[in-house]
């Protein structure tokens, strides 16, 4: 088909005419602002963003990982592994921050949407995988903890734990978080601009202090991580379930990059990949921070058996009275901003397939947050635990193999057995955390005591499928 040739005296009026009504800046070649002066003349539009824009994605990145869980686990890993604190912290980085990140640029490539990643498996199985994960992070147990979290390590210690406070508290809570998210075009401006560099400022307040105002000396690790610190790192690391959220998360950093008016995913998946690059080390920094803190807190909290503990003990030393009022402003805003995230993120995915507009779901989420987070933080996690242990592994299987698209004959070839086999073993693990009685060789298989249960099967699935790749060649279909 023969194109229509450019008709440069068109564009040079459509410019002059855009000029006289409002000026539109130029920088290297790009016009800078939301309105296409070009668009009648089939000439595509591409915005870039500015410097302080990308900073603020950056921001609203990191500020919707940080969220409870990402405070509490690093302190009680610092403690337990004493002088052996960083190599557990490595361990620690590495899928706390490390795959967090790649899943964020995975999702970056596709355009944001997890049922595109999800598109080898066929889309029953990627709907369906899409849809628990959403509803597994989103309202049924992520969104209602982020209330319970912030509450009980921040509030319950002034107002105790009693049904009342929580319910008042989770109340005031999800109006808040249904107010931000019933506005996801403004999340960049209210996330990146406002709630961010606030819950930054709380957070390296807190890191500078363990650093310069260390509590004690480092004491003796605990047993387990005495000659497997880095493993236990590793683990507890995989234990706050950021991969997951990156998978929600993607949509959302996608659309606040779509929202400045940038089109091209060229430059939609560079910009993500620096949100992504922004967020990881702001993550590392307070990751690093919280190791310190809780590596120096063996003196006034020996008897910590959570994160949470070795806070508020540390943060009420350090700071005297006004320690759990800074603790429980520094949880409510980590909560908080990671709440907002979901919300819309859910309501993003699940507007699309649902004959429901946006505000009614954001409503209805926020709505089923608020009761399923008045049954209190201990069911909560009783709860997801087993549900998070068995759909985390295929997620890690399926961002991983979709960098590697291009080696395949065939992706669902590949991807679907991977998966099929990572989620089987992913129940085992899920059914030995939840307490069931299993078979002998089913309860200690390699690694299971480490929740790795999948990994060696799943590995070993995929060398099988990729020697059968190779033999069958192409479908039939995509040569045709």
Known sequence: MLRRPIDVERIVIAIRRRSR?????????????????????????????????????????????VGAGNIIFPP???????????????????????????????????????????HPIGRVAGGLLAAVCYLSV????????????SFEVGLAPLTGDGPLPLFI???????????????PGKLLDTVGRFLAPLKIIALAALGIAAFMLPAGTIGQAEPSYEHAAFSQGFINGYLTMDTLGALVFGIVIVNAIRSRGVQSPRLITRYAIIAGLIAGVGLALVYISLFRLGAGSHEIAAG???????????????????????????????????????????????????????????????????LVSNLGLTKLIQFSVP??????????????????????????????????????????????????????????????????????????????????????????????
């Open 21 to 65: 009504s409002r000026h539109v800046h130029r920088h290297a070649g790009v016009f800078k602002g939301h309105v296409n002066p070009l668009k009648h003349c089939g000439i595509p539009f591409m915005n870039v963003l500015k410097g302080q824009d990308i900073l603020a994605l950056g921001f609203m990145t990191f500020a919707l990982f």
């Open 76 to 118: 009680i890993v610092g403690l337990h592994s004493g002088p052996h604190v960083w190599m557990a912290a490595l361990g620690f980085l590495i899928t706390a921050v490390g795959l967090p990140v790649i899943t964020v640029v995975a999702l970056a490539k596709v355009g944001g949407a997890m049922d595109t990643l999800s």
């Open 138 to 149: 989103g309202p049924l147990f992520a969104t209602p903890r982020t209330a319970t979290v």
């Open 169 to 183: 508290y989770s109340l005031v809570y999800f109006c808040v978080v249904l107010v931000i998210s019933l506005y």
């Open 304 to 370: 910590a058996t959570n994160g949470a503990a070795v806070l508020h003990a540390y943060v009420q030393h350090t700071f005297g009275g006004l320690g759990s009022g800074f603790l429980a402003v520094l949880i409510a805003l980590a909560c908080l901003v990671t709440a907002v995230g979901l919300t819309c993120a859910c309501a993003e995915y699940f507007c699309r397939i649902l004959p429901l507009s946006y505000r009614t779901l954001v409503v209805l989420l926020a709505g089923f947050s608020l």
């Open 387 to 480: 549900v998070l242990t068995a759909i985390y592994p295929p997620c890690i299987v399926l961002v991983a193999l979709s960098f590697c698209a291009g080696l395949w004959k065939s992706q669902t070839r590949i991807v679907a057995p991977v998966m099929a086999v990572s989620l089987l073993f992913g129940l085992v693990d899920a059914l030995k955390g939840a307490g069931f009685n299993l078979p002998e060789w089913m309860a200690h298989l390699p690694l299971s005591e480490q929740g790795l249960a999948w990994l060696i099967p799943s590995v070993a699935t995929l060398a099988l499928m990729v020697v059968i790749d190779r033999l069958l060649g192409k479908p039939s279909e995509a040569l045709a």
